[in-house]
């Protein structure tokens, strides 16, 4: 029960994202320390103190950049958008906030001096880290546990059919309810995405607020893939890859539609199609 909890596929951070909630957390961890001065901070003088606070900030947003940064770029096969999962969010976080710990640690010490960094050291200060740095990591770990629910696959008893439930990141939108297999596509269209339907020979199209990586998380690995950064295709309705000058596109079984393929895709869509 859980193993399987913990392993339920969660969507990915993307890099932009990532960058975005690196800068978010620097500046809570700045805001909060020069606005509350918790810990004893507000009798603490020196010069330039503000300046010293913004250098906490600045170091944890750096450490969370550059930890995702690197892990995505060195380790692609572990963060992996298709295999990423609660076990390996949970680990990573652990990690990145150990590190922006003590990257403040040493931080601290450069300036205030007087001790030598040590496990009992860390500890204590690892204290003042999670009062500080639980707030924005909650922000944002409770954006991505509402993102999580807003795609829900179901089963319908009496036809025995798949449906896909897609919600909205804008609570007065819509759900859009379609049959899994009458979904052709899905396209990235701005913060939008646009849903491609055929049923009894209709071509529909529906948009819906919501991003393609938070969408495809909940999606089943064998039957959607995402062939480039902006489509998502449901590989029941794929019929074969061509070659058009230098650009590869997927031919689509109902009403010929060709979608664009990304060079990276083409190999492992062809072992998915085969």
Known sequence: MKKNFFQQNIPLTPTKGHLIAGSIVGFFVFFILLVFQPFGTYNFSMTHKTLFLVGYGFIAAGTYIAFYLAGI???????????????????????????????CLIYHQQFIGGYYITLPVFIGFLKYSLAVGSVPFFVLYYQKWISIRLTIVETNAESNRSVVKFNSTNKNEMSVNLPEDEILFLKSDGNYIEIVSLANSILKKQLIRNTLNNVLAQLPSDHFCKIHRS???????????????????????????????????????KKLLA
Request: hydrophobic residues 50%.
């Open 231 to 269: 489509y998502v295709v449901n590989l029941k309705h794929v019929k074969r890859i061509s070659l058009d000058g230098s650009n590869y596109e997927l031919h689509l079984i109902s009403n010929q539609l060709k979608l664009p393929v990304s060079r990276s895709m083409v190999k492992p869509l």
């Open 73 to 103: 770029l060195l380790l692609p096969k572990c963060f992996d958008a298709k295999n990423w999962n609660l076990l390996k969010e949970l680990i990573t976080f652990l990690l990145v906030f150990n590190l922006m710990t003590l990257a």
